[in-house]
């Protein structure tokens, strides 16, 4: 009866024992890991490119932005007195260009043929003048002086020249502008063209834009104040991406993977979950991240890692204290 009792006793202990086993021979794959942390979200400090004085702020702290829209502005009256300017002169330039380019006119050429036909008969007339006046002086008859000679002498040069000056002129005229001065006032036009473009890009400049999707988290100035490049005039939170950073020991280092599914818990909404992975695991270990830290507690070293998360409800505000949990597995597959 003893030998009988011992082996029933044996298989029941067998029994539970395999029963334990098989009940709980994935309960290690299902095991949860717990880690606490904070949520963590990108800012962009804005601040003007440029110098001046504030003339308008479009947004408020807590308002959503969207990429591109104009949250703050500059005084550029000055800048677009200047840009007028230039565009006057750049319509002077073209129309420059533009008469080189075209080149004489029939007109014109025909006026330069008339002043050549009437300054050769002025010079034909001032030679035969000349003539006379010699054939007088070489007669011995005295009847013209020296004087009245070399007056004749001087008239017939003159108009003799000025012929050969409206020759060339005709000339010039008939061929048009030179490559050489068509060229010069193309580069003359295109850096008037930069100076412009130079000078809309500042008065653009003179307009603040959130650069993407976010929420303004700070207003640091007021319209009437001046700033430069160094100042901020906004801060703005990044929608996306958040994260939630966290930290874990060596011991479990090992169970936490790149792309492993978490749930994060805040203390406002315990019921709601807000889906999330494994971002981001530091290879570098450092100590406990605490303000104040025991002897003790200075000793453990821990690890970094990010969670991000989707929050399409803007749920998390940048530092919450946020709870993290990861269904882990014992064993590796």
């Known amino acids: 009866m003893k030998k009988a009792l011992m082996a029933i006793l044996i298989v029941a202990a067998a029994a539970t024992a395999g029963w334990y086993w098989w009940s709980h021979r994935n309960a290690g794959d299902g095991r949860e890991l717990v880690l606490h942390g904070n949520v963590d979200i990108r800012q962009v400090a804005l601040a003007f490119d440029g110098s001046g004085r504030i003339t308008a702020m479009g947004a408020e702290e807590g ?136 000078l809309r890009h500042q008065i653009d400049l003179g307009r603040l834009r959130a650069p993407t999707d976010a929420v303004v988290r700070s207003r640091l100035r007021e319209p009437g104040d001046m700033v430069t490049s160094q100042v901020p005039v906004f801060t703005l939170a990044l929608t996306k991406p958040k994260w939630v950073r966290v930290y874990v020991g060596e011991p479990d280092l090992g169970k936490i993977k790149p792309g492993m599914a978490a749930q994060v818990f805040t203390d406002s909404h315990p019921d709601r979950p807000i889906a999330g992975k494994v971002g981001y695991i530091s290879s570098v270990a450092e100590f406990t991240p605490k303000s104040v830290q025991t002897e003790e507690l200075r000793t453990s070293l821990v690890y970094e890692v990010r969670v991000v998360v989707e929050d399409p409800g803007n749920v998390l505000r940048l530092g919450q204290p946020a709870t993290v949990r990861l269904t882990v597995g014992s064993r590796t597959p």
């Open 63 to 198: 308002d959503p932005v969207k990429a591109g829209q104009v949250i703050a502005r500059l005084d550029t009256r000055t800048l677009e007195i200047q840009a007028r300017q230039a565009e006057a002169q750049l319509d002077a330039q073209r129309q420059a260009l533009q008469k080189l380019r075209n080149g004489s006119r029939p007109e014109e050429i025909a006026q330069v043929r008339a002043q050549l036909a009437s300054a050769e008969a002025t010079a034909e007339r001032n030679d035969q003048d000349f003539s006379r006046a010699t054939r007088l002086q070489a007669s011995g008859s005295g009847a013209i002086s020296q004087q009245n000679i070399d007056l004749a002498r001087t008239n017939a040069q003159a108009a003799n020249a000025k012929v050969a000056e409206l020759r060339a002129a005709l000339q010039l005229a008939e061929k048009g502008p030179r490559a050489e001065d068509i060229a010069a006032a193309e580069a003359q036009l295109k850096a008037s063209e930069a100076q412009l473009a130079q």
